[in-house]
């Protein structure tokens, strides 16, 4: 048990056999009521850190890791090795519908640290590092940004293009997030 737990504990036992009657049984409801809001707040801290826990297809536990600085927008991200543009995905830009759920959901995916692989292509027009992206665990940045309909697949090329754009197929057939049909991840 941990010693602090222990301690607290202990304290709690002493001031018990300490008090009476009245002030034992309100002690006892205070307590279950502190104990009940301990418990809420575990389950809430386990929660939100189950909706990072995400399953892909794509996967890559020995890819180069990264700090990750900035995220610029849904499929731009400063890392520590430069500015790394996602290969497998074309997010809404800036002013375009759905932009700041695809950039809130890569922040979330990317968090302190990313893992990269080349695609065929290593830098893009404007020289930025072209990338599948992966979080530190290992999962598809660009799977997951497609299949929840925040970005579309990129189709020019690249080696997961066929899987991507069979993802983003099946999010317009779901009619999910930017990819339904009554909205536009473009306009």
């Known amino acids: 048990m941990c010693p602090i ?3 607290v504990l202990s304290n709690i036992l002493l001031l018990v ?13 205070v307590l279950s009521l502190g104990i009940l809001v301990v418990v809420i707040a575990v389950l809430k801290w ?24 900035l995220v610029i927008d849904g499929d ?6 430069g500015r790394v543009r996602l290969f497998g ?4 830009e800036s002013g375009e519908r759905c932009a700041a759920e695809a ?7 990317a968090g302190d640290s ?38 579309e697949a990129w189709t020019s ?3 997961y293009r066929s899987l991507l754009v069979a993802s983003e197929s099946d999010a317009r057939r779901d009619n999910t997030g930017c990819l339904s049909d009554d909205s536009n991840a473009t306009g």
């Not at 056999?17 to 409801?29: A, E, K, Q, S, T």
């Not at 995905?89 to 809404?92: E, H, K, L």
């Open 157 to 159: 090329d690249g080696q």
């Open 46 to 69: 386990i929660g939100s850190n189950d909706s990072d826990a995400i399953e892909t297809t794509l996967r890559c536990r020995d890819c180069a890791e990264t700090s990750v600085t």
């Open 114 to 151: 990313v893992r990269l692989q080349n695609g065929p292509r290593l830098f893009d027009r404007f020289g930025r590092i072209l990338a599948y992206v992966y979080t530190e665990d290992g999962f598809s940045i660009d799977e997951v940004l497609v299949r929840e309909g925040l970005a």
């Open 17 to 29: 056999r300490n008090i009476n009657g009245y002030y034992v049984r309100h002690f006892l409801w």
């Open 89 to 92: 995905v074309r997010a809404p």
């Open 5 to 7: 737990l222990r301690t």
């Open 103 to 109: 950039t809130a959901r890569l922040n979330d995916l």
């Open 76 to 81: 731009t991200l400063e890392t520590g090795q």
